[in-house]
């Protein structure tokens, strides 16, 4: 079978064309990287488990009407998702004080936030991924007014989603990262969340011991990745509870 067109490689992830007009396959590399990119390393299996664990999150927000570009899993490392035009953003959600905003606002970490916050970060990996305003969004033409109140009416949801279900299994939802894309149905434009949510763009932390089951394990050496990354996905039931650390899976095409 020949080799789908490449479209785009990024730090986590390869699209290529999808069988049908308006879709893409989305496949999940081992690879990870901190501090924008200048921290690397390959990690054995990770891109297997945020395949899962992103296929979890993103059914369970179809379940619950928030409009998403996931289709279906393909396999262990790939799945079928809804071509569609990013918004050049990145949406973070704080519930906690962590990692950048602990630091520039002089917060302790896992200070509780009075609600959740959300920041919005220009997608440019040569410029570091800025912090931008609304401000800027509007006046680069980014994103309109009206685009802006249903991202944050997106952001929000996905929250209480993601909070919810992780308070279930003992785990704390500090903050994450979602991207949000366009779709056009005729004339209509809708926002949908693409591209990933997984230990990749979320801080979790267990709540009793405080133990970090996300990607702060690489940026700060805490472990192993994997380990982590499989403790999430047998909380919620993603992987059996049983099952073996998470090693280099064998494909079959």
């Known amino acids: 079978m020949a080799r789908r067109k490449k479209i785009y490689e990024g730090k986590a992830k390869t699209l290529y064309e999808g069988p049908e007009p308006g879709t893409i396959v989305q496949y999940f590399k081992d690879d990870a990287t901190a501090f924008n990119a200048e921290k690397k390393a390959v990690i054995e299996g990770k891109g297997v488990l ?88 509007a006046a680069f033409g980014w994103a309109s007014p009206q685009d802006m109140d249903d991202i944050l009416s997106l952001a929000l949801r996905v929250n209480d989603f993601l909070s919810g279900v992780m308070y279930g299994v003992g785990i704390k939802l500090v903050d994450f990262k979602i991207e949000i894309g366009r779709v056009y149905e005729g004339d209509f434009q809708r926002l949908i969340v693409a591209d990933e949510i997984s230990p990749d763009s ?34 919620l039931g993603v992987m059996p509870k049983t099952s073996a650390p998470m090693g280099k899976p064998t494909l079959i095409n």
């Open 50 to 137: 945020n395949n899962l664990l992103s296929e979890y999150f993103m059914l369970g927000l179809t379940n619950i009407g928030v409009p998403n570009h996931f289709l279906k899993r393909l396999n262990m490392r790939e799945q079928l998702v809804r071509s569609c035009e990013i918004v050049p953003l990145e949406v973070i959600v704080r519930n906690y004080a962590a990692g950048s905003m602990a630091k520039r606002l002089g917060i302790e970490e896992g200070t509780q936030l009075p609600r959740p916050i959300v920041e919005y970060c220009y997608k440019d990996d040569k410029l570091g991924d800025p912090l931008v305003t609304e401000e800027h969004i």
């Open 202 to 235: 979320c801080r979790l932390w267990d709540i009793e011991t405080g133990q970090k089951l996300d990607k702060d394990v690489f940026r700060r050496d805490l472990g192993s990745l994997t380990d982590a990354y499989t403790e999430v996905a047998k909380r």
